[in-house]
């Protein structure tokens, strides 16, 4: 199996700053892309960024120039680090990752346990 755990979520006051991490761990043979979701109550999960296996990034709208994505590709683990937080980034953070756990399998999305973030004064 493969297991995504993420971490480094909490409360901020607007302006701040938080770091994200997700560590994935298991039988990996190797992992795609990867991408940070959230989910704020009463609204659907929206992706945040996604950063694929040759590290190309991309970003929703609403969080360009102010979150940036990264990985660790000896540590299978990736990272998010959100400046200039604002209320509206209050929500469950959940990494995903694509991965497959041997050279025969097919790829398939995992999903970790969620971490909350909140943005309040």
């Known amino acids: 199996q493969v297991q995504l755990v993420e971490s480094g979520g909490g409360l901020v006051q607007p302006g701040g700053s938080l770091r994200l991490s997700c560590a994935a761990s298991?039988?990996?043979?190797?992992?795609?892309?990867m991408g940070w979701y959230r989910q704020a109550p009463g609204k659907e999960r929206e992706l945040v960024a996604f950063?694929?296996?040759?590290?190309?990034?991309n970003y929703a709208d609403s969080v360009k120039g102010r979150f940036t994505i990264s990985r660790d590709y000896a540590k299978n683990t990736m990272y998010l680090q959100m400046n200039s937080l604002e209320p509206e980034d209050t929500a469950v953070y959940y990494c995903?990752?694509?991965?497959?756990?041997?050279?025969?399998?097919?790829?398939?999305?995992?999903w970790g346990q969620g971490t909350q973030v909140t943005v309040s004064s």
């Open positions: 950063i694929t296996s040759s590290g190309s990034t």
């Open positions: 995903n990752g694509v991965a497959r756990q041997s050279p025969i399998n097919n790829y398939k999305p995992y």
């Open positions: 298991g039988s990996i043979f190797s992992i795609n892309a």
